[in-house]
């Protein structure tokens, strides 16, 4: 889906098909190495019922415990990418505002199911900040990212619960809110903000995007629309089996604990692009999220030597409000870092001649 010249439909996975295979992946948001051997092990386990029609009862109650919320405010969907396909079908909005630059999904969902959709676009000279008074105050439906892919941004819950109005969706995808610390500035749990609908994805961070599981958290009402809006048995048992891991404390934990190595490896990432400043290179920030945005001069030209140097990246003029001279990259480990800032300077040097 094209719109303005973005193509709203291109992603990371995009960039490591076909001839991408074999490259060194900082295109794709999920964290490397996963899903680790206990996680695969449990789906594996629950392959024994597939006879069964899948029955999320036990799943959407371990999420709502670890959220402390009732099971009717939650609802398992088949990855967050179908959660925005569902709110775009089930509400009844009439000027649905999305806030850019973020996962364009959001968007194209919105009009395929027959909306016009007003952009906001925030500004680079503000550090891809939200200032609510920028949201139109007429606006019945306005989605957000938190952190927000791909500029890494992440917004102070207070700044973001400003946007909320009686009669108004608030949409706030937190699909990577897992990778921050402590999940600090987090939305979801939250029953106190009207209007309020908090996305989560369990794909990032667990390395699932090939099972496909998310859920969405909001009032019972918003809930029971979208769930009408399902076709019947969304979620297969695999993928049940994963959502009720997943939110174990011991999931928990190892989740707190990669978010810290997130960060560490996310510092040193920005340590080594910083080296490259005369060159022009930029890092959109502070990022908090486990990928950073980053402005350089020529970076279609940059983006292709990388591939020819083994390495992906995800260019960044698919998404509103930024051109061809933006890429994300993926935080990847140090060893990983290390081998892709020297092919980063050769791609660089190669562009430029």
């Known amino acids: 889906m094209h719109t303005d010249g973005h193509d709203l439909r291109h992603h990371g996975d995009s960039e490591v098909r076909d001839d991408g295979a074999t490259l060194v992946d900082l295109a794709v948001n999920v964290r490397a190495d996963t899903p680790p051997a206990w996680l695969r092990e449990h789906i594996a386990a629950s392959l024994g019922g597939l006879a069964a029609y899948p029955d999320g009862r036990t799943a959407r109650a371990a999420v ?3 959220h402390g919320l009732p099971p009717e405010r939650v609802l398992l969907t088949a990855g967050a990418a179908e959660a925005f396909v569902l709110l775009a079908r089930a509400l009844k909005v009439r000027r649905p505002v999305v806030v850019h ?56 819950a207070k700044t973001i619960a400003r946007l909320a109005r009686i009669g108004r969706t608030l949409v706030v995808d937190e699909a990577f809110m897992d990778a921050v610390p ?123 030597h990388l591939r020819e140097l083994g390495f992906a990246v995800r260019r960044g003029d698919t998404f509103p409000g930024l051109d061809e001279e933006w890429l994300r990259l993926a935080v990847r480990d140090r060893g990983t870092v290390n081998g892709f800032l020297p092919a980063l300077a050769r791609a660089l040097s190669s562009a430029h001649r």
Do not use: M
Request: aromatic share 4%; proline share 9%; charged share 20%.
């Open 101 to 156: 630059p973020q996962f364009t999904e959001p968007e194209a969902a919105l009009r395929a199911a027959g909306h016009s959709v007003d952009r906001v676009l925030l500004r680079e000279a503000d550090g891809f900040r939200l200032d609510p008074a920028v949201v139109p105050e007429e606006a019945d439906l306005v989605v957000i990212g938190n952190p927000t892919n791909p500029t890494s941004v992440l917004h102070p």
């Open 64 to 66: 709502a415990a670890r």
């Open 182 to 304: 402590g999940e600090r500035e987090a939305l979801a749990g939250r029953t106190d903000v009207p209007g309020l609908v908090v996305l989560r994805s369990l794909t990032k961070t667990w390395g699932l995007a090939g099972l496909r599981i998310g859920y969405v958290l909001a009032d019972p009402g918003t809930i029971a629309e979208l769930e009408r809006a399902q076709p019947l048995w969304p979620v297969s048992t695999p993928a049940l089996a994963a959502a009720e891991a997943c939110v174990s404390p011991r999931a928990l934990a190892e989740a707190a604990h990669a978010a810290h190595r997130v960060a560490a490896d996310r510092a040193h990432l920005v340590a080594g692009l910083a080296e490259f400043a005369e060159a022009g290179v930029r890092v959109a920030g502070p990022a908090e999220g486990p990928f950073v945005l980053v402005r350089l001069p020529r970076a279609a030209a940059v983006r292709r």
